[in-house]
Nanobody, 114 residues
Framework: QVQLVESGGGLVQAGGSLRLSCAASGSIFSINAMGWHRQAPGKGRELVAA???????NLADSVKGRFTISRDNAKNTVYLQMNSLKPEDTAVYYC????????WGQGTQVTVSS
């Protein structure tokens, strides 16, 4: 059993920053097997950022240079630092853990106004 609790979403002006947190508990065998998707209104869920098996970051082209994925192994927490936010970043952000199956966080709303 894995539980993922997200926090940090909210409303921000274009050009601003937010940091999302995803705290994991339960049977977490590799903190690297975690990442973030997002789902914009009327759109499908798309990959934003994830760790590779080796622990390096994999970022979508649309957020490269603006977003950073990081982790705190002691706290079993993964972060998504979002800088230079744009209105097109508006979405519900979901963290996930890939084990025997994929576990999803509850989602946190990020709204970027012009």
């Amino acid at each position: 059993q894995v539980q993922l609790v997200e926090s940090g979403g909210g409303l921000v002006q274009a050009g601003g920053s937010l940091r999302l947190s995803c705290a994991a508990s339960g049977s977490i065998f590799s903190i690297n097997a975690m990442g973030w998707h997002r789902q914009a209104p009327g759109k499908g869920r798309e990959l934003v950022a994830a760790f590779t098996d080796g622990g390096s970051a994999n970022l979508a082209d649309s957020v490269k240079g603006r977003f950073t994925i990081s982790r705190d192994n002691a706290k079993n927490t993964v972060y998504l630092q979002m800088n230079s936010l744009k209105p097109e970043d508006t979405a519900v952000y979901y963290c996930w853990y890939r084990g025997a199956r994929v576990y999803w966080g509850q989602g946190t709303q990020v709204t970027v106004s012009s």
